[in-house]
Nanobody, 121 residues
Framework: QVQLVESGGGLAHVGGSLTLSCAAS????????MAWYRQAPGKQRELVAE???????HYAEGVKDRFTISRDNAKNTMYLQMNSLMLEDTAVYYC???????????????WGQGTQVTVSS
């Protein structure tokens, strides 16, 4: 069974940095697109950044030049380097994988359980 597990969340101060990781397991062979979403209290889940199997990442306007998305296809792992953190970056961050080829078939999409990022002043 395909699973996505996020790690690296926690508490940071304004202007600080955190790095999130998302590891896919469960017989995963390849993942087409991986993405980070976030959901702040009282708000809808929003796309933060996404990265295709081959190519560069795309970012939401509010995180451009501060966040960097990357992936290691050999490890089926995705990362989000977050710099210059702002109070409004506080949210639960979710990993999403789309177009997953795995040992027993294909799965269109899968979500991680989320990791909390809290930015304080």
């Amino acid at each position: 069974q395909v699973q996505l597990v996020e790690s690296g969340g926690g508490l940071a101060h304004v202007g600080g940095s955190l790095t999130l990781s998302c590891a896919a397991s469960g017989g995963v062979i390849s993942i087409n697109t991986m993405a980070w979403y976030r959901q702040a209290p009282g708000k809808q889940r929003e796309l933060v950044a996404e990265i295709p199997l081959e190519g560069t990442g795309h970012y939401a306007e509010g995180v451009k030049d501060r966040f960097t998305i990357s992936r290691d296809n050999a490890k089926n792992t995705m990362y989000l380097q977050m710099n210059s953190l702002m109070l409004e970056d506080t949210a639960v961050y979710y990993c999403n994988a789309g177009g997953i080829r795995h040992a027993t078939g294909y799965k269109s999409s899968s979500w991680g359980q989320g990791t909390q990022v809290t930015v304080s002043s």
